[in-house]
C-alpha cells in the first residue's frame, strides 16, 4: 500500500490532478522498464492494472440499520474505492476519465457500473455518480456490449486472468537486455523505437528515450482495430444510413410535417414521445437514420429546446451514443449555419443538454463546430466558448483541443448525420474567431498536451503572414507566450521569427515576452 501514497497524496492536494497523476505513472513505467533491462529481474504487474486492482479491492463496511425494532449492524460488502471520502473518489474517477487510454477498458467500464449499480450505505454522492458516468461514457463510445456489475471476488478473478492474460514469457523478457537483436533478419533500428505524435505524451518520458512496453503497443494495435470495425454512426463518414422499414419511414414521414407545423409545447412533448418510440421500433442501429428522415433541426428553437430535454431525459433511450445522435440532429445543424447570435432559448436548453453529457458535447457539437468548412464565425465562437466553459473540466477541454490540433480525421471519431457532413472539412480552417477560441481556452489556465502546444506553434508560424495586421491574431499570440511557458521556451527562435512578421500594437509585448524568457 505504502507504494500508492506519492499517488493518493496528488488526488488530495494537487490543483491539476489529472496531469500530475499523468505523470507519476510514466514515472513509474520508466521505473519498471529499468527493472527489466535487469539480469533475472522478477516480473511485476503493470502499475496501471495494479491501480485497478487496489480499487477493487474487496473491504466490509458496518451499517446501523434505522428501524425501532433492530439496532444491530448490518455488513455489506464494498470494494475499495468505495470506502475513500467522497472528493477523492471523484478525482480518481476524473483521472480515468482522462486517462482511459492506459487502463483495460472492460475493467473501467466494470468499476463505473459497480459504483453507479451501488445500492448501499455507502451510494455515490452527485460528484461521485456524475464522475462513473462519464467514465461509463468515455469507454462505452466504441463498446456497445452491456455490462453488468461485478461482485468483489470476481473482479479479483478477473483481475488475475487479465494479467495472466497479458503478462510475456520470460524468454522474451530477457531478450530486452540482450545485446544483439532477438530478430537479427528484420529491418529495424537497435535503438529504441522514435517518437510518435500519438505516443509522445502517454508512452515516454521528457528526460530519456525508451522503448515502448510491448503489452500497451499490443493494445494500442487492438484498439485501433476495433475503431476500424465502429459502426458508422460513431464517426464522420457520409456512408448511407441502412435502409429502414416501409413502414418506419412512413411514420419518420409523418413526424417530420408534424414537427414543422409545432407551435405549442404540448404538441413538442408529443412529437418527442414519438420520435422515441419510432426510434425504439427501429433498432439501436437505425437511430441516426431515423432521426435523419423526421429533420428536427428544422423545428423552431422552442420546439427544438422542448425536443432536447425530452429525447434525452429520464424517459430516453439507453442506446450507447444516444445522446450524441440528439445533439447531433437537434442543435448541431442550427449552429453549423449560424450567422446572427443564438437564441436564449436553444442556447440554454443546449448547454443544459451538455452538462449531463459532456461526452457527447465533445464528439457531437464541439468537434463537428471546430471543423466547419468555412471556419467558424464570431457567433459560433462565442456559442462554442460558452458550453466549455460551463459544461467542460478543464481537463477534458485539454483533451478536446489535443484530439483536434493532433488528431487525425479518423481519430477524432465526431458524429454528425452524413446529410451534414458536407458542412465539414477534414482540415481546421484557421480563422480570427478560432483564434480568439484557443485564447479563451488559454485564458481559462487549461494546461494543453505538450503535442497540441507544439501544433499551435507550427500553425502561428504558417500563417503570421497572413494574419500579419490582425489584432486577434496578434492578442492570441501573446497569450500563447504567456500562458505556454514551455512553448516560448523551446519554440523561441520560432516564435520570434513569427511575430516578426505581424505589425499591430503588440507585436512589441510578444518581442519582449520572448527575449525575456
Known amino acids: 500500500m505504502e507504494r500508492w501514497v506519492p499517488l493518493l497524496h496528488i488526488f488530495l492536494h494537487s490543483l491539476s490532478p489529472e496531469g500530475e497523476a499523468s505523470l507519476w505513472f510514466q514515472n513509474q513505467n520508466s521505473q519498471q522498464h529499468h527493472h527489466y533491462s535487469q539480469p533475472n529481474a522478477p516480473p511485476l504487474p503493470p502499475y496501471t492494472s495494479a491501480f485497478l486492482s487496489l480499487l477493487f479491492t474487496p473491504t466490509s463496511a458496518l451499517q446501523l440499520k434505522t428501524s425501532i425494532t433492530s439496532s444491530s449492524p448490518e455488513r455489506h460488502e464494498l470494494i475499495w474505492i468505495q470506502t475513500l471520502p467522497p472528493t477523492l473518489q471523484s478525482r480518481i474517477l476524473s483521472f480515468l476519465v482522462v486517462e482511459n487510454h492506459r487502463f483495460c477498458r472492460r475493467r473501467l467500464r466494470s468499476l463505473a457500473a459497480h459504483i453507479l449499480g451501488s445500492n448501499t450505505l455507502a451510494s455515490p454522492d452527485f460528484w461521485v455518480r456524475r464522475a462513473a458516468l462519464n467514465l461509463l461514457d468515455a469507454v462505452s463510445s466504441s463498446d456497445p456490449t452491456p455490462l453488468e456489475p461485478l461482485l468483489p471476488d470476481q473482479h479479483l478473478q478477473q483481475a488475475s486472468e487479465e494479467e495472466e492474460f497479458y503478462s ?58 476495433r475503431q476500424n470495425l465502429e459502426p458508422e454512426s460513431s464517426s464522420s463518414s457520409a456512408s448511407p444510413l441502412p435502409p429502414l422499414d416501409p413502414h418506419i419511414h412512413n411514420r419518420a414521414s409523418s413526424l417530420k410535417a408534424d414537427l414543422s407545423a409545432s407551435d405549442s409545447t404540448p404538441e413538442a412533448i408529443r412529437l418527442a414521445r414519438e420520435i422515441l418510440q419510432l426510434c425504439l421500433d427501429s433498432g439501436a442501429a437505425n437511430q441516426l437514420a431515423v432521426l435523419g428522415l423526421t429533420e428536427p433541426w428544422e423545428a423552431d428553437d422552442l420546439t427544438a429546446s422542448v425536443l432536447l430535454s425530452h429525447l434525452a431525459g429520464e424517459d430516453g433511450l439507453h442506446f450507447v451514443g444516444w445522446p450524441s445522435h440528439v445533439l447531433c440532429s437537434v442543435s448541431l445543424p442550427k449552429l453549423l449555419i449560424l450567422e446572427n447570435t443564438a437564441s436564449r432559448v436553444l442556447l440554454s436548453a443546449t448547454i443544459g443538454f451538455c452538462k449531463l453529457h459532456p461526452t457527447a458535447a465533445v464528439e457531437a457539437l464541439l468537434l463537428p463546430l471546430a471543423l466547419r468548412k468555412e471556419g467558424i464565425n464570431v457567433v459560433i465562437c462565442d456559442a462554442m466558448t460558452r458550453i466549455m466553459r460551463e459544461c467542460l473540466h478543464p481537463s477534458h477541454v485539454s483533451a478536446f483541443c489535443q484530439r483536434l490540433l493532433c488528431g487525425e480525421s479518423n481519430d477524432r471519431r465526431l458524429v454528425c448525420l452524413p446529410c451534414h457532413r458536407d458542412l465539414l472539412s477534414d482540415e481546421l480552417v484557421w480563422t480570427e474567431p478560432l483564434f480568439m477560441l484557443f485564447q479563451h481556452i488559454l485564458n481559462r489556465d487549461v494546461r494543453l498536451t505538450p503535442d497540441a502546444t507544439d501544433r499551435l ?61
Open 168 to 225: 510475456l514469457p520470460q524468454w522474451l523478457k530477457d531478450s530486452t537486455s540482450a545485446a544483439t537483436p532477438l530478430l537479427p533478419w528484420l529491418p529495424l533500428p537497435l535503438g529504441p523505437s522514435p517518437k510518435t505524435s500519438r505516443r509522445a505524451f502517454g508512452l515516454f518520458s521528457e528526460e530519456k528515450k525508451e522503448t515502448i512496453n510491448l503489452v500497451t503497443e499490443q493494445e494500442e494495435e487492438r484498439e485501433q482495430v
Open 457 to 517: 506553434v507550427s500553425v502561428v508560424d504558417e500563417v503570421a503572414a497572413e494574419f500579419s495586421r490582425s489584432l486577434k491574431f496578434g492578442n492570441f499570440m501573446l497569450c500563447l507566450v504567456t500562458k505556454c511557458a514551455r512553448a516560448s521556451s523551446i519554440h523561441g527562435v520560432l516564435l520570434e521569427r513569427a511575430a516578426g512578421r505581424t505589425d499591430t500594437f503588440v507585436t512589441k509585448s510578444i518581442l519582449s515576452k520572448l527575449a525575456g524568457r
